[in-house]
């Protein structure tokens, strides 16, 4: 299938390029998130009626999982907040490139971080707090100020957005899951970038700044690390940025080769199999564990959450493409097919989210009239009774994500598997009994 | 600096100020009353000032689970108090003094401890004689075992005993029905021809007569909304929060300052006879008052007005006697 330029057309292309409509949506963007820390800290402790908890984790999530992240990509991360406070210290400007560059430390990240452990690791953190998070508005207030100022501090110490690329918690599956999103930022002309003098899109120029993200859009393969955040459409001199539409899941005939991105669709697959069963399933003794945290119980689910993402889940993929004949070593043949997975474990947070968020959309509702809990009624709806949304849709939808996810991810297997010339049954087998799993723990 | 970056940082700046500033203007300018569960913290104020006939308005919001908010001895409906929503309530006074405000929904162990006070100044418009309470004028010592040495074999009936009252030694007025324990009124009337039985169905015909119809309804109601978690609904001291009550025993005291050495105990039964009809009303009265001291039993005298505390004694004797007619 053929890509479409959408910088072509005129409007979409000017718009992209000038730096207000972008800091109109900024501000707009960090003001809600300030208001949302600050909800979080004074509002009412009730989670399902604060702002914080509502905005964040049920309209957020909604709109992150199963719009902002299936159909742009990155393009949640074009429009967060969080890094822009350290990235305007950084700059020592809102808008264009200044004429004095603030001294900070400008440090390079030492190459040992160079890599999403850490966003795995934070990730996984959140995850294992995750039933008081997302119930607590307290935690949830201190937890995103926690992550504005952890932006703040790494602009200071290191260059670029150290933050986004290397710590954020949600950046790690955004990138990954970005690869199957029909929108992409690449260049028209290779030819053009080779023979560019001075590189403006990476080292930056009077027009704009060096890639924030630490890329070289000339060599942009994949969609993983592009945050959009259209620096260089700004700074390439020669014309030579596009951002096209494409079918879904392109980048994904490319195979991973790194440990940790194939780490990251185990991490992801996993926990969404997790809260499937812990946070919607029946089981009252696994939800006590989940929200007990720091009892022993809690320290029991943790062990188990851990294990179930670091061991069981690899280990058995490990043991079915074991007896593979194959000049790649095992640890390529492993985070080659690992690709298969990030399909799946994307339609399967969307069939998990979809539970939860059309239980609890009505909650949004009533929020938005009531954001501190101070008895408002600003819009009419504060006293909006709490009612699951489309719940005839529910489950048919999730069956269709979850076939549908398995179809994809069997597609993918099938690519990746050709291009490292080994037999794709094993990843497709693998893939159809943790679908089953999920079916069984969703429906 | 540009004309377009300095605009741009005015942007931003105003922004986060808005941010940061809206909504703590708005959250220091609306004073709530945050309830939670006694374990908790309880009412927070839980000491509010007002004045004589002035409306005091108050907006309460529930941090934890539903709770109700009364004022003890006023005239008021409860209002429930929702998790995070805000309930506005406006009261006014018209005596000085300090009013108890209490959690009127069965929110967790610790309910009954849920309480907070009013205290409103003024000056009063028509000075009240202080009355003492009956079990004081009586000099009752409350902590005294007063278990009746005998008890029926069963329930006496207040409609047998009606038809057996004429012309038997007994005062019909409150004062002393108040004052006597069923057990006191059966051995005034030894001195009589009746049989023992029969005698039993007297008194229960003199504590029927003492109450009416509306009384008895009223204490039902009070007993529903107050007593039953508790002592049951049936009277056996079999609530819902009994069996907690006796497993927490006195570590669910310590979360209540000040209360280290309280011993818990279990709700009284109050379909035991030995116990009840060895129990005068003035007895009883005082120990509703009181409350329990160092059990479980909370104090409402701060809670019920005195015409309230008598419709509920009379309620807690049904337990013991054959009324005629249902209670509503």
């Known amino acids: 299938m053929t890509k479409i330029e959408l910088t072509r057309n005129t409007f979409i292309k000017n718009a992209l390029k000038s730096r207000y409509p972008q800091l109109a949506v900024f501000i707009v963007m960090l003001v809600g998130y300030i208001f949302a820390i600050l909800a979080g800290l004074i509002g009412t402790p009730v989670g399902s009626h604060n702002f914080s908890i509502v905005f964040v984790w049920i309209a957020w999530w909604a709109i992150l999982i199963l719009v902002a992240v299936p159909f742009f990509g990155r393009g949640w991360c074009a429009v967060c907040p969080i890094p822009l406070p350290g990235e305007w210290l950084q ?42 998070l997302l119930t607590t508005p307290n935690i949830t207030g201190i937890v995103l100020a926690a ?40 260049i028209k002309d290779k030819q053009i970038c080779v023979t560019c003098e001075g590189k403006p899109c990476y080292n930056g120029s009077q027009a704009g700044y060096g890639c924030p993200w630490d890329v070289f859009p000339g060599g942009l393969t994949k969609n993983t690390y592009c945050g959009l955040c259209m620096e260089c459409i700004r700074t390439c001199p020669h014309d030579n940025i596009a951002v096209n539409l494409r079918p879904f899941s392109a980048d994904l005939a490319k195979p991973s080769t790194r440990m940790d991105e194939a780490f990251k669709a185990f991490i992801m697959l996993g926990s969404a199999i997790i809260y499937a069963g812990v946070l919607l399933g029946p089981w009252g003794t696994f939800k006590d564990a989940a929200y007990n945290v720091g009892s022993g119980t809690w320290l029991i689910y943790a062990a188990a959450f851990l294990a179930i993402i670091f061991v069981v889940l690899p280990g058995l993929f490990t043991l079915g493409i074991l007896d593979m004949k194959n000049t790649l070593s095992l640890k390529q043949r492993f985070a080659s097919l690992s690709t298969a997975l990030i399909p799946l474990g994307l339609m399967f947070w969307v069939a998990f989210s979809l539970s939860f968020v059309l239980t609890n959309a009505s909650y949004i509702v009533a929020a938005l009239s009531d954001p501190l809990g101070l008895g408002w009624n600003l819009f009419g709806t504060a006293n909006t009774a709490w009612q699951p949304m489309l719940t005839a849709l529910l489950a048919p939808a999730q069956t269709l994500a979850l076939v549908g996810g398995l179809i994809w991810s069997a597609r993918t297997a099938q690519k990746a598997a050709n291009e490292v010339k080994v037999s794709s049954i094993p990843v497709i087998f693998y893939s159809l009994i943790v679908t089953f799993i999920m079916l069984w723990l969703l429906l | 600096m540009n004309r377009s970056e300095l605009l741009s940082r005015f942007f931003v700046i105003t922004g986060i100020i808005l941010a940061i500033g809206a909504p703590l203007v708005f959250w220091t300018r609306t004073p709530l009353i945050h309830a939670r569960m006694a374990e908790n913290g309880g009412w927070n104020p839980d000491v509010i000032q007002a004045e004589v006939g002035k409306p005091l308005q108050l907006k309460i919001t529930s941090d934890d689970v539903v709770h109700g908010f009364a004022v003890g001895q006023m005239d008021m409906q409860s209002v429930d108090v929702l998790p995070g929503k805000v309930t506005d309530i406006t009261l006014t006074f018209d005596k000085p003094g300090i009013y108890t405000f209490f959690c009127t929904r069965w929110c967790g162990l610790n309910h009954w401890r849920m309480r907070g006070t009013i205290e409103v100044s003024g000056s009063p418009s028509d000075p009240e004689p202080s009355t003492v309470p009956l079990y004081v004028s009586l000099n009752l010592d409350l902590d005294a075992p007063h278990d009746s040495p005998i008890v029926p074999n069963e329930k006496p009936s207040a409609i047998s005993g009606q038809l057996l009252e004429t012309n038997l030694p007994i005062d019909p007025s409150a004062e002393y029905y108040r004052s006597h324990s069923p057990y006191q009124v059966f051995t005034d009337l030894s001195t009589t021809s009746l049989t023992e039985p029969q005698r039993w169905d007297v008194v229960a015909y003199l504590w029927q007569s003492n109450a009416t119809s509306e009384s008895l309804a009223n204490g039902k109601q009070l007993y529903a909304q107050n007593c039953a978690a508790c002592h049951g609904e049936n009277g056996a001291g079999d609530g819902v929060f009994a069996d907690e009550l006796a497993a927490a025993g006195e570590s669910s005291m310590q979360t209540m300052e000040g209360a280290m050495d309280m011993m818990m105990q279990s709700p009284v039964d109050f379909t035991d006879p030995r116990r009840m009809l060895g129990a005068s009303p003035a007895l009883l009265q005082g120990k509703i008052l009181r409350g329990g001291m160092g059990t479980g039993m909370p104090m409402w005298g701060s809670i019920f007005t005195e015409e309230q505390i008598w419709d509920l004694i009379e309620y807690l004797y049904s337990f013991q006697f054959q009324y005629q007619g249902a209670i509503q």
């Open chain 1, 147 to 186: 992550m504005l100022f952890a932006a703040i501090g790494l602009s200071t110490v290191f260059e670029r957005r150290a933050f986004c690329r290397y710590l954020c918690p949600v950046g790690g599956f955004i990138g990954l899951y970005s690869q199957t999103a029909p929108i992409e930022l690449r």
């Open chain 1, 91 to 132: 700059r020592g400007a809102v808008l264009g490139p200044s004429e004095k560059k603030p001294k900070w430390l400008n440090l390079r990240v030492p190459k040992m971080f160079r890599n999403i452990w850490l966003q795995n690791i934070s990730f996984l953190l959140l995850a294992l707090f995750s039933s008081v």
